[in-house]
């Protein structure tokens, strides 16, 4: 009788905790998608940054349909999140800039 092969080694994905200093895929893995239309309302407050996010919605009635405006999330973060948080739309921003034609392969 020949002998079973062994059963493949499982594949590891990451390894609990994670790497120290990096972003852990697995305790992300369950991290809100936040759609926002708009920041209407902003502040802060002992040294904390505050930034409302809203959404439209409609919503159909005898007919026609009624638009409002929902809160979907409240930012809160330090100087140096917001910081972070400006980069990257800078960054996204200038991703979204046109290439000039003389510039396309």
Known sequence: MAD?????PPIVTELLP???GRMSGLAS?????VFFDA?????HFNGIIHIALSALRFMPTEGRAVGDAVMVAHLRTN???LK???AA??????MLEP?????KN
Do not use: R
């Open 4 to 8: 079973k092969p062994s059963p493949p």
């Open 18 to 20: 994670s790497v120290e």
């Open 29 to 33: 893995a369950h991290a809100p998608f």
């Open 39 to 43: 920041a209407p309302t902003m502040g």
């Open 79 to 81: 100087l140096e999140g």
């Open 84 to 86: 972070s948080l400006k």
């Open 89 to 94: 739309i800078v960054k996204v921003e200038l």
């Open 99 to 103: 290439v000039p034609e003389s510039q």
